[in-house]
């Protein structure tokens, strides 16, 4: 029996209107709940809290943009927005919602814009058969009703910039051939399809000029009533999008219908395969099917009630869209058995979506086609205040007292600590002394700056030349995620200790970059003990320009080495590999890392899944590699981090970049990713269980992956990136490599 596409509609529509029709009460109630105001009843705490936390990100980059008025008004919002979901109220979620929904910034057109930009029309043979977005630089997403096959793909395109516009040049629609036999992945249930696109249009227009949308893989996205915005080309016409008339009435949970969710919006054929997103211009579904108008025996009818006898789409009234849910999405493409050709692919898919959770952050090479990068701000922010608590005691945000609750994890006891953690607060110029810890601790290690240097001019620092060939410091190409702390009369910007130096971002008091000589073969090596370990300011720039160790408290944050004390710790003499181990211990050199991802001891048998388990093989690399390495180590600074106490956005994302000598005596440059994004989301659980630990994953990505991500230059020969040349060809393609052990790396 042949099925013809008609029938196949028919059927479609009728499955989407059952489980309509199946969740009419519980929608009624969440949506009646939603707009009477009891958010508590529309949606569950657990998600309104996940929702509220990532909307503080967009608060918190508004405040950075605003005036000093909007900035209190900011500062008090997203103080109050919880971490946990018991302190979840409806009065906090009208109030954080309405702020980020009543007040659009002319900036929300603008971003439209650029989002919009990847989307196009999917035609097969010359007919218009949907609606497509790009996913990735080089990877488009639609339905699975839309394209089938590779073989219907392989006779498809992807035509972009086909729309109106009254300012500027006429645009000139450009057709991007698809290209399955690149990439290829669809999926009936889930009514999606993922295909390679060619890099160049038939008109010669480059892909990687439209930017794209990726996937977010957290939930919290969206809550029950809040605006849906779709971009889309209805029955094939222009480019077209849905605003303000449309809003999102219900989430299923649970069983089969969980990969759904329903809105309002007006869609029509060709409308499938469409982004859904926020108001931020997150993709929270994959436009899917209309849900048709039916009487209470399930058949369809017209606007008068009366029963079509057969499909008809011109008598049809559409009451609502079903959409496939993005999280759903990623967790699908993450698991569904492969083309094993298509793995590198699928591994630099995954790696995108798990590092980009802002759409700002896949547009941006797209803000230079419509107008030249914003200057950075002036002013770095100012120091936080050393106080444990966020500054909301003059909000009501749930939970006991009124106050915001944060749980000491027992582990840390307190032996990283400084005075500035104490309940009266103190500046974070203190360090750890004896006193301030029980005595039950061991001292056998005193760590201090080099006392022969106190104005730090004798340090020598990274050494370029260290491997006989030219390895710079990079350079800062891309200032716009904060400009470099400068020091002295000739505004210096490295900072040099023995062995390392350090580049500092003075806005966000994190370093862009850490960079390291190791030397395995050094005769002495200083081995760590126990014992106090003190943390210190570097005098030669500002104080509010370092991250001091008032963020570290009372969470399960590490004070985690950019630069490891192994790394450094080499010298000729017992007293050189003593000086470079504590220059370490300098506030510069410290990151915020999640204990699990910081520790290689909390990642037992995991592998290479976690940074210390990555860092220990690296090191392991050296005595078979001319026992030298030049080791770059920094985090990744993104819109999307989470502001935490005040001032302070956690980076979601660090990356490391290895340059050695391979067994032919040429150079090697070796590049990986690893985000605990899922770790800090909130910080109030004080152990996580080891089975959450399988959400970590290192990538190697090219070097010119992590030029894109930093904003940083590094001066390598392409030759050098393992990704980029040889055997590493494919893999560069895909963008980037699961790491799993030692063997998945890429040299």
């Known amino acids: 029996m042949v099925i013809t596409g008609s029938e196949e509609r028919e059927a479609a529509a009728g499955e989407a209107a059952s489980r309509w029709r199946g969740r009419t009460r519980e929608r009624n109630r969440r949506v009646g709940a939603a707009e009477r105001g009891a958010y508590t009843e529309a949606d569950s705490l657990d998600r309104l809290a996940k929702r509220m936390r990532r909307l503080r990100r967009s608060l918190a980059i508004k405040r950075l943009q605003g005036t000093d008025e909007v900035d209190l008004k900011m500062d008090r919002l997203i103080s109050a927005i919880p971490l946990a979901a018991a302190d979840v109220t409806d009065k906090l979620v009208e109030r954080v919602i309405g702020e980020t929904r009543d007040f659009l910034s002319i900036e929300f057109f603008e971003r439209g814009l650029q989002a919009a930009l990847c989307v196009g029309r999917i035609q097969t043979n010359d007919a218009i058969n949907g609606t497509g977005f790009l996913v990735a630089p080089d990877i488009v997403m639609t339905n699975w009703h839309v394209l089938k096959t590779s073989d219907e793909a392989r006779m498809s395109a992807l035509e972009l910039d086909y729309e109106m516009n009254t300012f500027g040049d006429r645009k000139v629609p450009q057709s991007f051939d698809l290209d399955p036999d690149g990439f290829f992945l669809t999926d009936k249930e889930h009514d999606v399809t993922l295909v390679a696109v060619k890099e160049r249009s038939q008109g010669g227009r480059r892909l990687?000029?439209?930017?794209?949308?990726?996937?977010?893989?957290?939930?919290?996205?969206?809550?029950?009533?809040?605006?849906?915005?779709?971009?889309?080309?209805?029955?094939?016409?222009?480019?077209?999008?849905?605003?303000?008339?449309?809003?999102?009435?219900?989430?299923?949970?649970?069983?089969?219908?969980?990969?759904?969710?329903?809105?309002?919006?007006?869609?029509?054929?060709?409308?499938?395969?469409?982004?859904?997103?926020?108001?931020?211009?997150?993709?929270?579904?994959?436009?899917?099917?209309?849900?048709?108008?039916?009487?209470?025996?399930?058949?369809?009818?017209?606007?008068?009630?009366?029963?079509?006898?057969?499909?008809?789409?011109?008598?049809?009234?559409?009451?609502?869209?079903?959409?496939?849910?993005?999280?759903?999405?990623?967790?699908?493409?993450?698991?569904?058995?492969?083309?094993?050709?298509?793995?590198?692919?699928?591994?630099?898919?995954?790696?995108?979506?798990?590092?980009?959770?802002?759409?700002?952050?896949?547009?941006?090479?797209?803000?230079?086609?419509?107008?030249?990068?914003?200057?950075?701000?002036?002013?770095?922010?100012?120091?936080?205040?050393?106080?444990?608590?966020?500054?909301?005691?003059?909000?009501?945000?749930?939970?006991?007292?009124?106050?915001?609750?944060?749980?000491?994890?027992?582990?840390?006891?307190?032996?990283?600590?400084?005075?500035?953690?104490?309940?009266?607060?103190?500046?974070?110029?203190?360090?750890?002394?004896?006193?301030?810890?029980?005595?039950?601790?061991?001292?056998?290690?005193?760590?201090?700056?080099?006392?022969?240097?106190?104005?730090?001019?004798?340090?020598?620092?990274?050494?370029?030349?260290?491997?006989?060939?030219?390895?710079?410091?990079?350079?800062?190409?891309?200032?716009?995620?904060?400009?470099?702390?400068?020091?002295?009369?000739?505004?210096?910007?490295?900072?040099?200790?023995?062995?390392?130096?350090?580049?500092?971002?003075?806005?966000?008091?994190?370093?862009?970059?850490?960079?390291?000589?190791?030397?395995?073969?050094?005769?002495?090596?200083?081995?760590?003990?126990?014992?106090?370990?003190?943390?210190?300011?570097?005098?030669?720039?500002?104080?509010?320009?370092?991250?001091?160790?008032?963020?570290y408290a009372s969470n399960p944050l590490d004070r985690g080495h950019l630069v490891r004390r192994n790394d450094a710790a080499w010298g000729r003499t017992a007293e050189e590999a003593k000086l470079a181990n504590d220059d370490t211990f300098h506030w510069t050199n410290c990151s915020p890392q999640h204990e699990i991802f910081n520790q290689s001891a909390l990642s037992a048998k995991r592998g290479l899944h976690l940074w210390g388990n990555l860092e220990n093989a690296v090191s392991d690399l050296a005595p078979s590699h001319g026992e030298k390495l030049c080791v770059f180590n920094g985090p990744i600074f993104a819109d999307s981090d989470r502001p935490y106490r005040e001032n302070f956005f956690l980076p979601a994302a660090y990356w490391k970049l290895i340059v050695l000598k391979g067994e032919d005596d040429e150079p090697r440059a070796l590049a990986f990713l690893l985000s605990q994004a899922a770790q800090i989301e909130t910080l109030v659980t004080e152990r996580f269980a080891p089975e959450e630990l399988a959400d970590f994953t290192v990538f190697q990505i090219s070097v010119s992956q992590l030029t894109a991500k930093t904003g940083l230059d590094f001066g390598l020969s392409a030759e050098w990136d393992a990704l980029a040349a040889g055997d590493g060809a494919e893999e560069s393609a895909a963008g980037a490599v699961v790491v799993r052990d030692e063997s998945s790396i890429r040299f």
């Open 208 to 551: 990687a000029d439209y930017g794209y949308l990726p996937l977010i893989p957290d939930e919290g996205k969206i809550t029950i009533g809040e605006p849906v915005n779709v971009v889309q080309h209805p029955k094939g016409r222009f480019k077209q999008i849905v605003l303000r008339n449309s809003r999102l009435v219900d989430l299923p949970e649970g069983g089969k219908t969980d990969i759904y969710l329903h809105y309002e919006a007006d869609t029509e054929q060709g409308s499938s395969g469409s982004p859904v997103l926020n108001d931020q211009w997150e993709v929270v579904a994959l436009h899917h099917q209309g849900v048709p108008k039916t009487n209470a025996k399930g058949e369809m009818v017209d606007e008068a009630g009366k029963v079509l006898t057969k499909f008809d789409e011109d008598r049809i009234v559409w009451v609502a869209n079903e959409g496939i849910r993005t999280s759903r999405l990623v967790k699908l493409v993450r698991d569904l058995p492969l083309d094993a050709r298509f793995e590198a692919r699928r591994d630099g898919l995954m790696a995108r979506w798990l590092t980009e959770t802002d759409p700002a952050s896949a547009v941006e090479a797209v803000r230079t086609v419509l107008q030249p990068p914003m200057p950075s701000p002036p002013q770095p922010m100012p120091p936080v205040r050393p106080s444990p608590q966020l500054s909301d005691a003059a909000f009501s945000v749930g939970g006991a007292g009124g106050s915001l609750s944060l749980t000491i994890p027992l582990r840390i006891t307190l032996s990283m600590g400084s005075a500035s953690t104490s309940a009266a607060g103190s500046t974070d110029s203190a360090s750890t002394s004896a006193a301030d810890l029980p005595s039950t601790w061991s001292f056998q290690e005193a760590i201090k700056p080099d006392p022969s240097d106190p104005d730090y001019s004798r340090r020598p620092g990274y050494d370029p030349r260290f491997l006989g060939v030219d390895v710079p410091l990079p350079r800062l190409t891309d200032p716009r995620r904060g400009p470099l702390a400068a020091f002295g009369p000739s505004r210096e910007t490295e900072l040099r200790y023995h062995h390392f130096s350090v580049l500092m971002n003075a806005r966000r008091r994190l370093a862009y970059v850490s960079a390291v000589n190791v030397d395995s073969g050094a005769p002495f090596q200083h081995i760590r003990e126990k014992g106090s370990e003190n943390w210190f300011l570097d005098p030669r720039i500002k104080a509010g320009q370092q991250a001091g160790g008032a963020y």
